[in-house]
T-cell receptor, first 114, second 114 residues
Framework: QQQVKQSPQSLIVQKGGISIINCAYE??????FPWYQQFPGKGPALLIA???DVSEKKEGRFTISFNKSAKQFSLHIMDSQPGDSATYFC?????????????WGLGTSLAVNP | GAVVSQHPSRVICKSGTSVKIECRSL??????MFWYRQFPKQSLMLMAT?????????EQGVEKDKFLINHASLTLSTLTVTSAHPEDSSFYIC??????????FGPGTRLTVL
């Protein structure tokens, strides 16, 4: 059972456009929701993260929107650039100590056309 | 801040040999580190959670005798793939947790077993 469902699987956006990736979760105990960006052959890099006590967080061109009642969160990339072409993973975690592990979405491959 | 390194970045070995991968947190201390495996175009699969000074906790289905993990200090964890076989070929990624929640990832190690 996929605890964190991510969509779409792939996305093509024109340069300057807005990229939107969505994730949904089931377990209301999750209390930390990060997004990671991964380029081919590299490890994931933390992009932005949110806790459930806020509905939106913005860092530069990247924004997380969080809907607690709908159990959904999304990543918005404004003014998308070819350099943003990468795989994006959403994740969620809960608990403490060794019990706090990242539960991953399946990833979204983003291609930004020049 | 929050830099995690891995060494080597790429290793090719013969079947039956053992390979050690190092993971270091360069600018923070990490009581907890994680080891992941990633297959092409797939999400990250957690292999084990590594705690400084204690035995690692392995995920279900991961052979602890094949994947030896040692967390010798607050900045170093090692993964040794023992008696490697071609099916162990994969992209191995470590992460280090800063504080209680946030994980930062290393650049990954590409293992190829001939």
């Amino acid at each position: 059972q996929q605890q964190v469902k991510q969509s779409p699987q792939s996305l093509i956006v024109q340069k300057g456009g807005i990229s939107i990736i969505n994730c949904a979760y089931e377990n209301t105990a999750f209390d930390y929701f990060p997004w990671y960006q991964q380029f081919p052959g590299k490890g994931p890099a933390l992009l932005i993260a949110i806790r459930p006590d806020v509905s939106e967080k913005k860092e530069g061109r990247f924004t997380i929107s969080f809907n607690k009642s709908a159990k959904q969160f999304s990543l918005h990339i404004m003014d998308s650039q070819p350099g943003d072409s990468a795989t994006y993973f959403c994740a969620a975690s809960k608990g403490a100590g060794n019990n706090r592990k990242l539960i991953w979405g399946l990833g979204t491959s983003l291609a930004v056309n020049p | 801040g929050a830099v995690v390194s891995q060494h080597p970045s790429r290793v090719i070995c013969k079947s039956g040999t053992s390979v050690k991968i190092e993971c270091r947190s360069l600018d923070f201390q990490a009581t907890t580190m994680f080891w992941y495996r990633q297959f092409p175009k797939q999400s990250l699969m957690l292999m084990a959670t590594s705690n400084e000074g204690s035995k690692a906790t392995y995920e279900q289905g991961v052979e602890k005798d094949k994947f030896l993990i040692n967390h010798a200090s607050l900045t170093l964890s090692t993964l040794t793939v023992t008696s490697a076989h071609p099916e162990d070929s994969s992209f191995y990624i470590c992460s280090a947790r800063r504080g209680d929640i946030v994980q930062y990832f290393g650049p990954g190690t590409r293992l190829t077993v001939l």
